[in-house]
């Protein structure tokens, strides 16, 4: 998406149009060669020698053209796959070939603050970990950096840390933006050969997860404070692997094996598809699952296709995936007309208001809504502020020479967007009663004012874009895992980046107020990094693990969707530092759920590159793998049952007493055996198993529960959630 973290319009289009495009391309005598990725067997030789395999392979299968030419990476550092330009039969023939486990074709992902952090409680002045937070690396796998960011300035930062493997390549690195690479195999030219950013988007997350701490940040004056990340002394990697285009896949690979080899502690990627793809047939799963069997934690976003049901577009539960939520802090703009009406709407409006007002004027046949305005005459605009039928980027009025744009649309009235003219987005009730104004009054004016910041006491309410779950893939993994801020958020930004979404902006700016689930990712990211700080030998899942059990229950009286809108519940750093015990696990417990979810051995070699085998442990299903929050999806009209088994690692006090509190929706029976857990020593493992049973629900239902773990100074809350099908 151009402007990635705004969800709706043309960047939403675009999402959905370019992969299907790329995909549906049929195969003729001219045909082009196409990227495929290559899954090969288990990783047995050195790099070298695995590239001149690599190269011998596609000898075998290619017709007219070198092997050198058709190969566009060899991932030989933490897992053994190629990616290679192959027509159709060069690609059949492949797959057929020994040591080859499959052969799928690339596709294209799009990407998807600072009040924030103190709006989690997680103030400037928080306790922290200093030499150790500074030997904290996240790789930031994006559209690149804007290295000149008063945000990556690196005064009293020292030099990286000595385990630190990675490289500046074509960008001046410092001491806070230690490694800077770059992935442009599908060769785009309108940006240069370098890790710079272009878009913005890459800039803003990598400033919201370790940007130190820059006073008098505001766009034009909006949202001002202090902008800071999460972790100010931590490092950062970037590898830029989104072009204009969007994010090619085999980058996507190569990006993280890299970063694994580069030796970063936590990967942050606000990027996705706007649906979810099988673990095998996914490049973010695959690299991820190599990450988690490093040590490194993927965290990721949730994707902006919401509010929609089943649009979650990272699932795997090896990664850490989050919803986007509002802070107290929200941007509002308003519309004043010549009678004196005044309507609220939604916009990062940050044109000074006019001393004057303008002509306010529709277009179309007189029926309402009138016309969109993506078609408009220029000389019947110009000067003029108008009223369109439907909400764009706002491109079309400003080419037109529109004073302003007053834009309709009901689904995304939580969250404001950035235009390149004087803009305000109102619901259609609204603009009914505006486009009678219109017609009504002699010489109807308007005026937009600039917008402000006001207080929203209902935050955090998960935004309408958010992604849904449930989880398309493995349904009784619950996703989202987790709500962070990704509502207004303002962060560092490219001069070169595109203020609004569209093309045509000409405001350059260093710090940009935009939302989407690619700024709650980076918040989730940074809090994961704060807990390594503390914990540096911690296990993904741990660290997981203690963000999920301590995060602040959100209210479900605001989210008819409830856990399948927000997780867990909204991010508490602070909390995450000392959860008492965690759910943890390795990369054996996720073989063995795929495996119990009916995966077989050659699916399972693609994501983990090796010949695993599970061993034979009866009726299990993917509510034994051993994940903090519980989902159970059971058939409609039907009576249910079903049983989550659990096991805590004690990471508290040595000798402590656990008792669980459970609070239940009132058509669920939760039950946990036993109720009364003794450690008595760190790092002790107790398991547990929860029953959950109830009569028959609707279709479209879903009934919550927590199960909670309490020590008297812990509270170790995992979220439950039962949930019917639903129909759209
Ligand atoms: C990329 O495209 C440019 C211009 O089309 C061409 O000159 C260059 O050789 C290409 N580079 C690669 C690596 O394909
Ligand atoms: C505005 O006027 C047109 C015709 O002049 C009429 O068809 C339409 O219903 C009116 N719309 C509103 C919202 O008053
Ligand atoms: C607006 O942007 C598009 C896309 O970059 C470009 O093709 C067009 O020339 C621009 N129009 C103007 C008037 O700047
Ligand atoms: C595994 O499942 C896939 C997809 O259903 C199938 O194509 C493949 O043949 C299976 N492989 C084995 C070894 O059973
Ligand atoms: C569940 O019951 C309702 C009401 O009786 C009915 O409309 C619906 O079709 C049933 N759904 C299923 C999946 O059986
Ligand atoms: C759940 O576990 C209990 C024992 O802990 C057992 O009695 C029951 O049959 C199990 N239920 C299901 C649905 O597996
Ligand atoms: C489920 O919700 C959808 C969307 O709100 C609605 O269209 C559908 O009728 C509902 N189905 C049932 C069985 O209630």
Same mark, same amino acid.
């Given at each position: 998406?151009?402007?990635?973290?705004?969800?709706?319009?043309?960047?939403?289009?675009?999402?959905?149009?370019?992969?299907?495009?790329?995909?549906?391309?049929?195969?003729?005598?001219?045909?082009?060669?196409?990227?495929?990725?290559?899954?090969?067997?288990?990783?047995?030789?050195?790099?070298?020698?695995?590239?001149?395999?690599?190269?011998?392979?596609? $000898?075998?299968?290619?017709?007219?053209?070198?092997?050198?030419?058709?190969?566009?990476?060899?991932?030989?550092?933490?897992?053994?796959?190629?990616?290679?330009?192959?027509?159709?039969?060069?690609?059949?023939?492949?797959?057929?070939?020994?040591?080859?486990?499959?052969?799928?074709?690339?596709?294209?992902?799009?990407?998807?603050?600072?009040?924030?952090?103190?709006?989690?409680?997680?103030?400037?002045?928080?306790?922290?970990?200093?030499?150790?937070?500074?030997?904290?690396?996240?790789?930031?796998?994006?559209?690149?950096?804007?290295?000149?960011?008063?945000?990556?300035?690196?005064?009293?930062?020292?030099?990286?840390?000595?385990?630190?493997?990675?490289?500046?390549?074509?960008?001046?690195?410092?001491?806070?933006?230690?490694?800077?690479?770059?992935?442009?195999?599908?060769?785009?030219?309108?940006?240069?050969?370098?890790?710079?950013?272009?878009?913005?988007?890459?800039?803003?997350?990598?400033?919201?997860?370790?940007?130190?701490?820059?006073?008098?940040?505001?766009?034009?004056?909006?949202?001002?404070?202090?902008?800071?990340?999460?972790?100010?002394?931590?490092?950062?990697?970037?590898?830029?692997?989104?072009?204009?285009?969007?994010?090619?896949?085999?980058?996507?690979?190569?990006?993280?094996?890299?970063?694994?080899? !580069?030796?970063?502690?936590?990967?942050?990627?606000?990027?996705?598809?706007?649906?979810?793809?099988?673990?095998?047939?996914?490049?973010?799963?695959?690299?991820?699952?190599?990450?988690?069997? $490093?040590?490194?934690?993927?965290?990721?976003?949730?994707?902006?296709?919401?509010?929609?049901?089943?649009?979650?577009?990272?699932?795997?539960?090896?990664?850490?995936?989050?919803?986007?939520?509002?802070?107290?802090?929200?941007?509002?703009? &308003?519309?004043?007309?010549?009678?004196?009406?005044?309507?609220?709407?939604?916009?990062?409006?940050?044109?000074?208001?006019? *001393?004057?007002?303008?002509?306010?004027?529709?277009?179309?046949?007189?029926?309402?809504?009138?016309?969109?305005?993506?078609?408009?005459?220029?000389?019947?605009?110009?000067? *003029?502020?108008?009223?369109?039928?439907?909400?764009?980027?706002?491109?079309?009025?400003?080419?037109?020479?529109?004073?302003?744009?007053?834009?309709?649309? !009901?689904?995304?009235?939580?969250?404001?967007?950035?235009?390149?003219?004087?803009?305000?987005?109102?619901?259609?009730?609204?603009?009914?009663?505006?486009?009678?104004?219109?017609? *009504?009054?002699?010489?109807?004016?308007?005026?937009?004012?600039?917008?402000?910041?006001?207080?929203?006491?209902?935050?955090?309410?998960?935004?309408?874009?958010?992604?849904?779950?449930?989880?398309?893939?493995?349904?009784?993994?619950? $996703?989202?895992?987790?709500?962070?801020?990704?509502?207004?958020?303002?962060?560092?930004?490219?001069?070169?980046?595109?203020?609004?979404?569209?093309?045509?902006?000409?405001?350059?700016?260093?710090?940009?107020?935009?939302?989407?689930?690619?700024?709650?990712?980076?918040?989730?990211?940074?809090?994961?990094?704060?807990? &390594?700080?503390?914990?540096?030998?911690?296990?993904?899942?741990?660290?997981?693990?203690?963000?999920?059990?301590?995060?602040?229950?959100?209210?479900?009286?605001?989210?008819?969707?409830?856990?399948?809108?927000?997780?867990?519940?909204?991010?508490?750093?602070?909390?995450?530092?000392?959860?008492?015990?965690?759910?943890?696990?390795?990369?054996?417990?996720?073989?063995?759920?795929?495996?119990?979810?009916?995966?077989?051995?050659?699916?399972?070699?693609?994501?983990?590159?090796?010949?695993?085998?599970?061993?034979?442990?009866?009726?299990?299903?993917?509510?034994?793998?051993?994940?903090?929050?519980?989902?159970?999806?059971?058939?409609?009209?039907?009576?249910?049952?079903?049983?989550?088994?659990?096991?805590?690692?004690?990471?508290?006090?040595?000798?402590?007493?656990?008792?669980? &509190?459970?609070?239940?929706?009132?058509?669920? *029976?939760?039950?946990?055996?036993?109720?009364?857990?003794?450690?008595?020593?760190?790092?002790?493992?107790?398991?547990?198993?929860?029953?959950?049973?109830?009569?028959?629900?609707?279709?479209?239902?879903?009934?919550?529960?927590?199960?909670?773990?309490?020590?008297? &100074?812990?509270?170790?809350?995992?979220?439950?959630?039962?949930?019917?099908?639903?129909?759209?």
């Amino acid at each position: 998406m151009a402007a990635y973290g705004s969800p709706p319009f043309s960047h939403l289009l675009l999402a959905i149009l370019i992969p299907i495009l790329l995909l549906t391309a049929t195969a003729d005598a001219n045909e082009e060669r196409k990227v495929y990725i290559v899954y090969m067997g288990h990783q047995t030789s050195s790099s070298s020698s695995t590239e001149a395999e690599h190269l011998n392979l596609l $000898k075998q299968v290619l017709e007219g053209c070198a092997p050198c030419d058709s190969l566009v990476y060899s991932y030989t550092k933490s897992f053994n796959a190629l990616a290679a330009k192959l027509l159709t039969k060069e690609m059949e023939k492949l797959a057929g070939m020994k040591g080859v486990v499959s052969v799928f074709p690339s596709k294209i992902l799009h990407p998807r603050t600072t009040r924030s952090w103190d709006f989690l409680g997680f103030p400037a002045t928080v306790n922290r970990n200093p030499p150790l937070e500074s030997d904290v690396i996240v790789g930031m796998i994006d559209t690149g950096i804007w290295p000149e960011s008063e945000s990556f300035n690196d005064q009293g930062l020292g030099p990286p840390p000595r385990k630190w493997k990675g490289d500046c390549i074509n960008l001046k690195c410092n001491n806070k933006i230690i490694g800077a690479r770059y992935y442009n195999s599908l060769n785009d030219t309108s940006q240069e050969e370098s890790p710079r950013d272009f878009n913005g988007h890459g800039t803003h997350t990598a400033s919201t997860v370790a940007g130190k701490s820059v006073q008098g940040a505001s766009l034009y004056g909006l949202a001002g404070g202090t902008a800071r990340g999460g972790v100010p002394s931590a490092r950062l990697a970037v590898y830029k692997v989104c072009w204009s285009f969007g994010c090619a896949e085999q980058d996507i690979l190569a990006a993280f094996d890299d970063a694994i080899a !580069d030796g970063v502690d936590i990967i942050s990627i606000s990027i996705g598809y706007p649906s979810a793809f099988d673990y095998f047939l996914d490049a973010m799963a695959i690299g991820s699952f190599h990450a988690m069997k $490093k040590g490194v934690l993927t965290s990721a976003s949730g994707g902006n296709s919401g509010p929609y049901h089943g649009t979650v577009g990272n699932v795997a539960p090896w990664m850490l995936v989050s919803a986007a939520s509002s802070t107290d802090r929200h941007i509002i703009d &308003k519309l004043v007309t010549g009678d004196q009406r005044c309507v609220v709407g939604a916009s990062v409006n940050t044109f000074a208001t006019e *001393k004057e007002s303008y002509p306010f004027v529709y277009f179309g046949d007189g029926s309402f809504p009138p016309a969109d305005c993506t078609q408009l005459d220029e000389k019947l605009v110009k000067g *003029k502020i108008v009223l369109c039928g439907y909400i764009d980027d706002g491109t079309g009025a400003y080419l037109a020479g529109a004073k302003g744009a007053v834009m309709l649309n !009901d689904a995304f009235l939580d969250t404001s967007f950035s235009f390149p003219l004087p803009a305000i987005a109102i619901s259609y009730s609204n603009g009914e009663k505006l486009m009678q104004y219109i017609n *009504k009054t002699n010489n109807p004016v308007a005026n937009i004012h600039k917008s402000e910041a006001v207080f929203d006491p209902k935050a955090p309410v998960v935004g309408s874009f958010s992604s849904r779950g449930p989880n398309t893939i493995t349904a009784d993994i619950l $996703k989202p895992d987790i709500s962070a801020p990704g509502i207004d958020i303002l962060a560092a930004w490219s001069k070169l980046g595109k203020v609004s979404g569209s093309p045509n902006d000409t405001r350059s700016v260093e710090y940009n107020i935009i939302s989407g689930t690619s700024m709650a990712c980076p918040h989730t990211s940074g809090a994961a990094a704060y807990v &390594k700080s503390f914990h540096p030998s911690w296990s993904p899942a741990a660290i997981m693990s203690a963000l999920m059990t301590t995060a602040k229950p959100m209210n479900p009286s605001l989210h008819p969707d409830a856990e399948l809108a927000y997780g867990a519940g909204q991010l508490n750093p602070v909390k995450a530092v000392d959860p008492g015990l965690v759910f943890d696990a390795a990369d054996t417990d996720y073989v063995q759920m795929l495996c119990d979810e009916g995966y077989n051995k050659s699916m399972i070699r693609i994501i983990t590159g090796d010949d695993r085998c599970c061993s034979s442990l009866g009726r299990r299903t993917a509510r034994d793998l051993n994940y903090p929050s519980m989902a159970l999806h059971v058939a409609s009209n039907e009576s249910f049952a079903g049983n989550f088994t659990r096991s805590v690692t004690n990471v508290g006090d040595a000798c402590s007493i656990y008792r669980v &509190k459970i609070k239940a929706d009132g058509r669920l *029976k939760v039950v946990v055996n036993p109720k009364t857990l003794v450690f008595t020593k760190p790092d002790e493992k107790q398991g547990f198993v929860v029953s959950v049973s109830g009569g028959p629900m609707a279709t479209n239902s879903t009934a919550s529960a927590s199960i909670v773990w309490l020590d008297g &100074k812990h509270s170790v809350r995992s979220a439950m959630v039962v949930y019917t099908d639903f129909t759209s």
